[in-house]
């Protein structure tokens, strides 16, 4: 699962925009009880999703024609600059020079060679995420590409990411963690895109943990999401499900296996 000491590779914030912030945070507070502190303009009025006054997300409202609703996971660098271009060199692209903000830090929007989105942060005075692990916070990311033994190699030429073969049913899922990592700071998986057939485009999904997995998917219909795959249970995991919010960006649950189940 994802800790907080952020090493260099590891996911270090994720952030949500659609043009509704209004509309969709209020979603969002009904399934995680996040609250939202409106950014000032010295920031481009970005703003963050905040629970018991402790940030679990950032958000940003777009208008309809800059880009579709989605989650997009950042993950940490000692160097955005050298990121982005260690991206390109590995067959990815830049989709926004890298650029500082305020003395909170440096960031890059990139893509892999897939073209999946991702952001990388450089640490300023904002050094990552407070809410992980529990309910309300991330707890596990995925990659649903079309080539996994590509995307690991990408990754693995730009983060230096390590990987490890789970057994799964049917075959394997592929688990990584940061180069200066072990076992014990899994932060995330790739599975082929075919595995989540009603999706086209590769994408990255991040997952928020809940107390009851169930009754989240519930409260996210109930609150006008989508329910993209139903509660699933897999032993040594947990439970979880597939959702998307109102504006149709995609995310994950999980409920987690009491520690020590499974093993």
Known sequence: MLNDRFMAGAPI????????????????????????????ADVGGYSQYQLSGRTAAGAMAISGDEAAPAWTLY???????????????????????????????????LADAAGVPFAVWQQGELKGLDVLNEPGGLVW?????????????????????????????GGSYTMVHPADGTADDMFGGIVPLASDPAEEAAYWLPYFQVDDCDATVA???????????????????????????????KFAVLQPSPPGEGQ
């Open 13 to 40: 914030w994720v952030d949500m925009c659609a043009p509704d912030l209004d509309g969709v945070s209020g979603f969002y507070r009904e399934l995680f009880g996040w609250e939202l502190l409106q950014g000032a």
């Open 75 to 109: 993950f940490r660098t000692p160097e955005a600059d050298a990121t982005a271009k260690a991206v390109e060199q590995a067959g990815g692209r830049t989709l926004f020079e890298a650029v500082d903000i305020l003395a909170l830090g440096r960031m890059a929007g």
């Open 141 to 169: 990311t995925e990659l649903y590409t079309p080539d996994v033994s590509a995307a690991t190699a990408f990754y693995g030429s730009v983060f230096g990411w390590q990987t490890t073969e789970a057994p799964f049913p």
């Open 219 to 249: 409260t996210a219909r109930q609150a006008g999401g989508t329910v993209r795959m139903d509660p699933l249970s897999m032993e040594g995991v947990g439970r979880f499900a597939k959702l998307a919010d109102p504006a149709g960006a």
